[in-house]
């Protein structure tokens, strides 16, 4: 097991991600920022807390979007729908998905899909705590990134909230 960031890292990687984020996005009436469920709410809710912090006079909207029923890599377990919750129109505004790790593409691909039901942003753009940057099986990359790793199939990375750490085992 490998500590690739540890509790000060992720606080600063989290805030940086943030601010990059408000760097590009100065008129937050035009952007929606959505996590990806399970994984990428906890990510998504504690840059938010940091954007609406550091802009407080502008509300930014956030909600959360379920893609498990568009999932292509079908798993022996039942399926198990989490709640999505995008109470606007993101019809003509830029989406920035943000989620945890980046690693085949195939949850993007999920989110891309699932994003259309709900109408036709005028851009999407990608957010992601960890991006692995190997063995990606879509041509799928991040427009914000907090940490890169080269990593190879059986290697495994998970953030630990309770620990407050992201590891690599």
Same mark, same amino acid.
């Given at each position: 097991?490998?500590?690739?960031?540890? %509790?000060?890292?992720?606080?600063?990687?989290? =805030? =940086?991600?943030?601010?990059?984020?408000?760097?590009?996005?100065?008129? +937050?009436?035009?952007?929606?920022?959505?996590? +990806?469920?399970?994984?990428?709410? =906890?990510?998504?809710?504690?840059?938010?807390?940091?954007?609406? *912090?550091?802009?407080?006079?502008?509300?930014?909207?956030?909600?959360?979007?379920? #893609?498990?029923?568009?999932?292509?890599?079908?798993?022996?377990?039942?399926?198990?729908?989490? %709640?999505?919750?995008?109470?606007?129109?993101?019809?003509?505004?830029?989406?920035?998905?943000?989620?945890?790790?980046?690693?085949?593409? =195939?949850?993007?691909?999920?989110? +891309?899909?699932?994003?259309?039901?709900?109408?036709?942003? %005028?851009?999407?753009?990608?957010?992601?705590?960890?991006?692995?940057?190997?063995?990606?099986?879509?041509? #799928?990359?991040?427009?914000?990134?907090?940490?890169?790793?080269?990593?190879?199939? *059986?290697?495994?990375? %998970?953030?630990?909230?309770?620990?407050?750490?992201?590891? +690599?085992?």
């Amino acid at each position: 097991m490998k500590v690739i960031l540890d %509790k000060q890292q992720l606080h600063l990687t989290l =805030r =940086r991600l943030a601010h990059q984020l408000l760097e590009d996005h100065l008129d +937050l009436s035009e952007t929606i920022f959505i996590g +990806l469920q399970p994984r990428g709410v =906890r990510v998504s809710r504690l840059i938010m807390d940091v954007i609406q *912090s550091l802009n407080p006079a502008q509300p930014a909207q956030y909600g959360v979007l379920d #893609i498990t029923f568009y999932r292509d890599d079908v798993r022996e377990e039942l399926h198990k729908a989490n %709640k999505t919750e995008l109470p606007f129109s993101i019809e003509g505004k830029t989406v920035v998905l943000i989620d945890d790790v980046l690693y085949t593409g =195939r949850t993007i691909r999920a989110a +891309l899909d699932a994003i259309q039901d709900f109408g036709r942003p %005028k851009k999407i753009e990608l957010c992601v705590l960890v991006n692995r940057r190997f063995n990606r099986e879509l041509p #799928i990359q991040p427009d914000y990134c907090g940490k890169a790793i080269d990593t190879i199939t *059986s290697q495994k990375v %998970k953030v630990e909230w309770d620990k407050e750490q992201v590891i +690599l085992y």
